[in-house]
């Protein structure tokens, strides 16, 4: 079982690794991802799990916060 985590952000060069070291410091294992770029809209589907099991409710929205620490936005 997975849990899945969405994102429909600007594109902009190195999304999807800061999304993956986003993902790595939550202690998630992105197991899948669908990626599309439409535009400049970043549209991605990662599916996760924390440590081989399905991921709690608190690990999935830890990212968050850290995703948008990460790309600078409020």
Not at 7 to 17: F, P, R, Y
Not at 53 to 65: C, E, Q, T
Request: overall charge negative; hydrophobic content about 45%.
């Amino acid at each position: 079982f997975f849990s899945v985590y969405s994102t429909d952000i600007n594109s902009i060069i190195g999304l999807l690794a800061t999304l993956a070291e986003v993902f790595a410091g939550a202690g998630l294992d992105v197991t899948t991802v669908r990626a599309a770029t439409t535009g400049e809209l970043a549209v991605d589907v990662f599916y996760v799990r924390n440590d081989g099991s399905l991921a709690d409710s608190a690990a999935i929205s830890a990212p968050d916060r850290r995703l948008r620490d990460a790309l600078g936005r409020d």
